[in-house]
């Protein structure tokens, strides 16, 4: 039994979803956002607030891995600068609390879910809903963090398939 925690960064809202794989059952623990929104345009404290939020989901949730989507280039040079400071908060959070963290593309994000890394938004709600079997289709950012932990259920398993290691136990959980 593993407990990933998938992160979508953003320096408005950081999405998160957390969801629990046991074998080849995945169960639905809780998603939802950070919201920065409070902090105005003051750059550090939104930074905090997703590092304390991060840190709070951790210990609430108990994650054995962080998976979180990388920064797409296209973005403007500030966008993507700013973007990129709130997936070091995030990746601190994990770090700090010695919890392996993996990065993940948009495009193998989609790939994983959907089935092709040219899906939009609306398809990974979808295919986040089917998947986990959830009553209502989640928020935008939250989907988007479902689907990264997805994707690194699905790539973990793959990588070990391949290494050909025996998974280890921690915390009383396979991994």
């Not at 997936?87 to 879910?113: D, F, L, M, P, W």
Request: charged fraction near 20%; hydrophobic fraction near 40%.
């Amino acid at each position: 039994m593993s407990i990933i925690l998938g992160i979508d960064p953003g320096s408005r809202l950081t999405g998160y979803g957390v969801i629990e794989k046991q074998g080849r059952k995945f169960t639905y623990l809780g998603s939802g956002c950070i919201k920065t929104l409070s902090a105005g345009d003051n750059h550090p404290e939104r930074l905090q607030i997703i590092f304390a939020g991060v840190s709070e989901l951790i210990l609430q949730f108990k994650p054995d891995m962080v998976a979180v989507e990388q920064i797409f280039m296209g973005l403007n040079p500030g966008g993507a600068l700013k973007l990129g400071q709130a997936r070091g908060a995030a990746i601190v959070a994990a770090t700090n609390n010695g919890i392996e963290v993996s990065e993940y593309s948009a495009r193998q994000i989609k790939q994983a879910v959907v089935g092709t890394g040219a899906a939009d938004k609306s398809q990974v709600q979808h295919m986040v809903k089917s998947f986990l079997k959830l009553p209502a289709t989640p928020q935008e950012d939250a989907a988007d963090a479902l689907a990264v932990a997805i994707c690194h259920a699905h790539s973990y398993e793959s990588l070990i398939k391949m290494s050909g290691r025996a998974t280890k136990t921690v915390r009383g959980r396979l991994r």
